[in-house]
């Protein structure tokens, strides 16, 4: 791929910089996904189709695709209507929640503890094969979690030396805070042009 900086793009959130070559797929894909509702073209940003484009290794049709097949998923399950009040049940077990850090690659991490087994027939095989399983007494676990994670950051229930583990009142506060955020970013958000 050229290395031919010209261009910025930007969501209000993702500032890139993205070359001529780049930019050309980009506008291809837009061609590819069609016609787009208002609140579609919020998640087609030039860093978001960005994202999709490697993740496919640039390859045009590939990212439509993809790009198509999590426009269809949005428009069915509308995660951004997702309120607290809604899974904070869930949460209070602690068996799935987003701790507040990330891994050493500035990733999100989601924890859930239910066992492989259980949560083995909910993953497609691409995602399953991608997901990091950890189990306590497994010595591979525990190298894999120095690779990824600053172990003073990392809970002392998953072998490392941070003590915050999971806090109800601090965790709901947290999801509070940021489902005010995506309300805002959907109250602000324009669409792209």
Same mark, same amino acid.
């Given at each position: 791929?050229?290395?031919?900086?010209?261009?910025?793009?930007?969501?209000?959130?993702?500032?890139?910089?993205?070359?001529?070559?780049?930019?050309? /797929?980009?506008? /291809?894909?837009?061609?590819?996904?069609?016609?787009?509702?208002?609140?579609?073209?919020? +998640?087609?940003?030039? !860093?978001?189709?960005?994202? +999709?484009?490697?993740?496919?290794?640039?390859?045009?049709?590939?990212?439509?695709?993809?790009?198509?097949?999590?426009?269809?998923? $949005?428009?069915?399950?509308?995660?951004?209507?997702?309120?607290?009040?809604?899974?904070?049940?869930?949460?209070? /077990?602690?068996?799935?929640?987003?701790?507040?850090?990330?891994?050493?690659?500035?990733?999100?991490?989601?924890? *859930?503890?239910?066992?492989?087994?259980?949560?083995?027939?909910?993953?497609?095989?691409?995602? +399953?094969?991608?997901?990091?399983?950890?189990?306590?007494?497994?010595?591979?676990? /525990?190298? *894999?979690?120095?690779?990824?994670?600053?172990?003073?950051?990392? #809970?002392? !229930?998953?072998?490392?030396?941070?003590?915050?583990?999971?806090?109800?009142?601090? +965790? !709901? #506060? $947290?999801?509070?805070?940021?489902?005010?955020?995506?309300?805002?970013?959907?109250?602000?958000?324009?669409?792209?042009?």
């Amino acid at each position: 791929m050229s290395v031919d900086l010209n261009k910025t793009a930007s969501n209000g959130h993702d500032k890139m910089v993205i070359s001529q070559e780049h930019q050309a /797929k980009i506008t /291809k894909v837009r061609g590819l996904i069609g016609p787009l509702s208002d609140k579609e073209s919020v +998640y087609c940003s030039d !860093a978001s189709i960005s994202r +999709y484009l490697r993740s496919r290794n640039w390859n045009v049709k590939k990212a439509a695709q993809m790009l198509k097949q999590s426009l269809k998923w $949005r428009k069915e399950y509308k995660p951004e209507e997702i309120r607290w009040e809604e899974v904070a049940a869930v949460a209070e /077990k602690g068996m799935l929640y987003r701790p507040n850090y990330c891994d050493k690659y500035g990733r999100p991490v989601i924890v *859930m503890r239910p066992c492989n087994k259980m949560l083995r027939p909910f993953l497609e095989t691409e995602l +399953y094969n991608k997901v990091k399983f950890g189990y306590s007494d497994d010595l591979n676990t /525990k190298k *894999m979690l120095e690779d990824l994670f600053d172990m003073d950051k990392l #809970e002392s !229930a998953f072998g490392g030396n941070g003590d915050t583990g999971f806090d109800m009142n601090r +965790y !709901a #506060e $947290r999801m509070k805070e940021d489902e005010s955020k995506i309300i805002s970013f959907w109250t602000q958000a324009k669409p792209v042009s």
